[in-house]
């Protein structure tokens, strides 16, 4: 999916916003095995202690670790050191991007960063001012996100993945808002569609990659455009499907949107690596 419909280039900076437990950390691990990259440096930001030993052993694991670099400060700690976390994070992939390698960046996530920065603002006697945050957390997360991407000229680059708590799927919350502005594209994490039990539970339709239409080439771009035009029919239209109401033969593209969504569902779910070519896979599903 991340070599088609929702293509992640080099130098990008894109966001995952998810809630609780829809597969957040299990996407960014086989991100973190898949993606060809020199360096993996990930940063957990404010992680339980547990979730952070079960992350690195289990759902990374040594095919992940054997590149990877973790920069971590437990829940446990003061906001001063979670705060830097991110920072530092970001330093170690701008060492590596200076040598001319290509850098993997995952902070998981940018909410705690940012609370952590609330805790200090209101110490110093920084009002609040954006729903409960501080006027300088945008600046703050900007500042922090334009550090990613291509270096000059001869150096590597950074392909960053910022993840978001997003509380009750609220994607107007501040965080959520000044990072989606800030970014070359969003994935959205669906709970309903984690509930169903697809996974990764990516909404592709919510979903945008500004790096297209320039990855791909013109008939890839059909594809896509066919792919993402019967996903987002079918949306619109799932509770009357499910209720029983759709009569066939009433719409053709809810008919074609109808025929091709389970094609596309698997196609969505199936590992990247098991198929040499993509979107060669794509346009077997949209036959």
């Known amino acids: 999916m991340f070599d088609t419909l929702l293509p992640l280039v080099r130098g990008q900076r894109i966001g995952l916003f998810a809630g609780s437990g829809v597969g957040k950390s299990v996407l960014l691990s086989r991100l973190a095995r898949g993606v060809q990259a020199d360096v993996v440096v990930i940063a957990m930001i404010g992680e339980r202690g547990r979730e952070l030993r079960e992350f690195v052993e289990s759902t990374l694991g040594p095919e992940g670790m054997a590149r990877a670099v973790v920069v971590t400060a437990t829940s446990d700690r003061s906001p001063l050191i979670r705060r830097r976390c991110a920072w530092a994070a970001m330093a170690v992939a701008e060492h590596f991007r200076d040598q001319g390698k290509h850098v993997l960046l995952l902070a998981d996530s940018i909410t705690r960063f940012a609370e952590a920065h609330r805790e200090i603002a209101f110490a110093a006697g920084e009002p609040p001012s954006y729903r409960g945050f501080p006027p300088s957390v945008s600046n703050l997360i900007m500042a922090l996100a334009e550090r990613a991407g291509p270096g000059i000229e001869g150096s590597g680059d950074i392909t960053a993945i910022f993840t978001v708590l997003v509380a009750g799927s609220d994607m107007e919350e501040p965080v ?89 569902d698997a196609f969505i779910t199936r590992p990247s690596a098991s198929v040499p070519d993509s979107f060669a896979a794509l346009g077997e599903a949209l036959r």
């Open 176 to 264: 959520a808002d000044i990072l989606r502005g800030t970014l070359d594209g969003h994935v959205i994490l669906d709970r309903t569609i984690a509930e169903r039990g697809r996974f990764p539970a990516v909404d592709v339709v919510r979903s945008v990659s500004r790096s297209l239409p320039g990855a791909a080439s013109e008939p890839e771009n059909a594809m896509i455009a066919k792919a993402r035009t019967a996903l987002g029919a079918y949306a619109e239209s799932e509770l009357m499907i499910r209720a029983g109401l759709y009569a066939p033969g009433s719409d053709a593209r809810l008919d074609e949107a109808v025929r091709l969504f389970p094609h596309l």
